[in-house]
């Protein structure tokens, strides 16, 4: 600290006296490697004037009087330079210092950070395990978001009164608004975790889940910087203190740091990349032990990660009464923002400082302790003992909060961001949606308009009533369903639905994908720009009449298995007609059952009335359905129809790989018996210009029919791998994206058709279909391009595949 107020008091001076200031500037470096020495100081002898080397051992200093240049670095020798008056620019070269270090001796060709670097790595097991010896234990989390508010723009008309929800912070111009605040209490034991206090609250009653979700769950994280990686926004990090981090990292011995008899070696860290999403910062390290003291990472402005105008994160240990190794606390802070600040450095310290209006301020400090004596006090007074000695928020923060929830434009967000994480919107006591569903083509309706609705929680807590009512421009006809949702239970543990439904739909429609596609659109399997770009509609649609009970149960460790007893009338249309034998039938039925196993291994979720929707991490999500049953043809005798039974799995996850991730899902399945075609695996395209995700981009709305199948589909985020490197495109802050599709199946013996094949299936090639993507995401921070080409010779010149095209697709992230 000492060091860091001299140095910006020199700097002050130094820039005081910049207009008749000679100038002397250089490079510091080794004389033996020629490597930079970075931090070395330089200073005019006998006066105040001084200034450090940068990370590339680079220096400036303005000279107003003295006749010698002095330059020191721990580690070196010092070196004394005589100036002659003018404007002058060095190659000054140090020689490093002989020291001994638990009885290695550090010569001149081994930096003094790697001896110190390599014995961290040699106790840094024990050290780790020493960490997880203490069992029980407190600890006390206080997590706040807040929005930096500038109360002299135009924004201030929205609001009744900008002083009563905004609060004042020290050192800050701005005023802010308190988005999500949380204090948590748990108690630690081996076996267990458990939540004995608990307050929350939040402006946003329906975006506090994707607060929670996409913000915090990614931000606010466990830095444990003894492993190799820490995940944060959905990035692996490489740890200052990895075994692999001398490859990422400039490490350097900067100083040594006495606290009463001990001492502790205090060290400095940059990338060798800075544009890489790597840290950045400093840590004290026990000469004795080589354990870590206390530690400081930012990211870099450089690292290109969106939305993110500053991070820091810090953490600080403690030797126990008892001589254990543990946490004292951990904090996190981060500055979001939709636009990149202007600030006047690149280093990332300072990006936590440089605010603006509109930007997110996210904290999490966790303080821990394992006093007995707590035992004996109530959680929710913990952040009053000695013990935990942070600064709680007071009342007046819960009462903005409130205040803030009333105001019309805060609701009107809420709501706006309530549909786009659960397709709903909410008007009152009834919800609007799934809003995907009320602007739909296809070619037997044409233009399909539905209005979709329900009953919200606000109308009951624990039972649901809805239906929708469609339209179609062709059709001439009114399409309609209805359906019931009850939860018995306080929880969701069990929940009973019942629907049923008038309806065209398409016979491609995957009765499984609704298992891993959140929010899936149930009209069909594109998205918003592909309603809109349908160069071909869809012709191939049944006419359906569905009925079916459901009965869901949601088990520990986020087991999910239903039930779904069902029973289907299927009618032609002009387009899909079921003819067997020769015969052409108007009409068939289904009865069956189908079954879903879902396991998400405590996968986080968010609940949406009664929906949950699992997001996409490395922890992955694996289904396993069965769907069973039996068809009967008017006119056909029931002893030559026999049952059907088809298997379902799929698999779908990330793989993170450190600056780059892969997205993935693996499924595959098993029809057998008496069924009918529409119940093969039936993948198509979107013929469209959204880039579809579960779906093929450049097959046709009929391509293949199989009983034995897989698909897999994955695409690969380079997290601005290579475009980082560039020079002007990567101001635009873009990500590399790779995606691979590919479909394999057949029709086997094992399958009995009740019906022909039509003809528009080809399923005269036994062979892998596949197709590959490039492109780029984070254009505007919001859409994904991509050029799909379809991969290998087999189908490029079928009729129902497109060579390639050019897709695009909304898609945010960090």
Request: aromatic share 14%; proline share 4%; hydrophobic share 35%.
């Amino acid at each position: 600290m000492l060091r860091r107020i001299f140095t910006t008091a020199t700097l002050l001076l130094v820039v005081s006296w910049w207009g008749a200031a000679q100038e002397i500037s250089g490079i510091v470096q080794d004389v033996d490697t020629k490597e930079a020495i970075p931090f070395a100081n330089i200073w005019i002898k006998g006066t105040m004037q001084g200034t450090q080397s940068n990370a590339e051992g680079r220096f400036i200093l303005k000279k107003t009087q003295g006749d010698t240049l002095a330059i020191s670095s721990v580690g070196y020798q010092q070196k004394e330079i005589v100036l002659n008056g003018k404007n002058e620019q060095f190659t000054v070269e140090l020689k490093k210092v002989v020291q001994k270090i638990e009885e290695v001796t550090v010569k001149s060709d081994i930096p003094f950070a790697k001896v110190v670097f390599n014995l961290i790595q040699k106790h840094k097991k024990d050290n780790h395990d020493k960490l997880h010896q203490v069992r029980d234990y407190k600890q006390l989390e206080n997590t706040t978001v807040y929005i930096a508010v500038d109360t002299t723009a135009k924004i201030n008309r929205f609001f009744d009164n900008m002083e009563e929800v905004t609060m004042e912070m020290e050192g800050q111009n701005l005023r802010f608004s308190p988005i999500y605040l949380l204090e948590e209490a748990e108690l630690v034991s081996p076996d267990s975790m458990s939540v004995v206090y608990t307050k929350k609250d939040g402006i946003f009653p329906r975006l506090n889940p994707a607060i929670e979700s996409l913000i915090l769950n990614n931000v606010v994280v466990d830095l444990d910087f003894y492993k190799e990686q820490i995940r944060i926004l959905d990035r692996g990090f490489i740890s200052p203190i990895a075994s692999t981090a001398w490859m990422y990292y400039n490490i350097f011995f900067n100083d040594s740091v006495y606290e009463g008899d001990h001492t502790y070696y205090h060290m400095t860290y940059t990338p060798k990349n800075p544009l890489n999403p790597l840290f950045s910062g400093s840590f004290l390290v026990d000469s004795e032990t080589f354990a870590l003291k206390s530690i400081e990472a930012f990211i870099s402005g450089k690292a290109n990660l969106n939305f993110v105008n500053g991070f820091r994160g810090t953490v600080n240990y403690k030797t126990l009464p008892d001589g254990q190794y543990f946490y004292d606390a951990q904090n996190i802070g981060i500055n979001l923002s939709i636009r990149l600040n202007k600030d006047s450095t690149s280093y990332s310290s300072r990006r936590m400082d440089q605010i603006a209006s509109g930007n997110w301020l996210i904290n999490k400090t966790t303080q821990y302790s394992n006093a007995e004596r707590l035992g004996e006090i109530k959680p929710g007074e913990w952040k009053n003992q000695p013990e935990f000695s942070v600064d709680h928020l007071g009342e007046e923060t819960y009462f903005t909060v409130n205040k803030l929830k009333e105001q019309k434009v805060v609701k009107g967000i809420d709501k706006v961001g309530g549909m786009a994480l659960s397709s709903y919107y909410n008007a009152g006591k009834l919800d609007v949606g799934p809003v995907f569903d009320i602007y739909t083509t296809n070619r037997i309706e044409g233009t399909r308009l539905t209005v979709p609705l329900r009953t919200s929680e606000q109308m009951f807590k624990r039972f649901s009533v809805g239906g929708f009512l469609g339209y179609g421009s062709m059709s001439k006809e009114f399409k309609y369903g209805g359906n019931l949702i009850y939860q018995p239970g306080t929880t969701d543990k069990f929940l009973l639905r019942f629907r049923y439904y008038n309806d065209y739909n398409l016979i491609s429609q995957d009765k499984f994908l609704r298992f891993i596609k959140n929010n899936p659109n149930n009209k069909g399997n594109a998205n918003f720009i592909a309603s809109f770009t349908t160069r071909e509609k869809n012709p191939y649609l049944k006419e359906e009449k569905y009925v079916e009970f459901r009965v869901d149960y949601n088990g520990e460790k986020d087991v999910h298995l239903e039930a779904s007893p069902y029973v289907l009338w299927n009618r032609n249309t002009p387009f899909v007609q079921f003819v067997r034998d020769g015969i052409s039938y108007p009409k068939y039925n289904n009865y069956g059952v189908l079954f879903d196993l879902r396991l998400a291994f405590r996968q986080h979720y968010d609940k949406y009335f009664f929906e949950r929707v699992y997001y996409i991490t490395p922890v992955p999500v694996i289904n396993l359905g069965w769907d069973v049953g039996t068809t009967t043809i008017p006119g056909v005798n029931k002893s030559d129809l026999g049952y059907y039974s088809h298997f379902h799995g799929s698999i779908s996850g990330r793989v993170l790989l450190g600056q780059l991730f892969v997205n993935y899902m693996l499924n595959g399945g098993y029809l057998f018996g008496d069924a009918p075609y529409d119940l093969l695996d039936q993948p198509v395209g979107s013929m469209s210009l959204g880039f579809a995700k579960y779906r093929f981009n450049l097959l046709h709305h009929a391509s293949f029919a199989h009983n034995a199948y897989t698909n897999f589909h994955a695409h690969l985020n380079g997290g601005g791998f290579i475009l980082n490197k560039i020079p002007v495109i990567r101001s635009f802050k873009l990500r590399e994206i790779v995606s691979i599709k590919a479909h394999y199946g057949s029709l086997t013996k094992a399958y009995n058709p009740i019906f022909d094949l039509p003809g528009f299936y080809d399923n005269s090639k036994n062979a892998p279909y596949a197709e590959i993507g490039f492109g780029v995401t984070n254009v505007f921070k919001v859409l994904r391009v991509e050029y799909v080409r379809h991969l290998g010779g087999t189908y490029r010149n079928a009729h129902f595949t497109d060579k390639n095209g050019i897709f695009f697709r909304t898609e945010m992230s960090f």
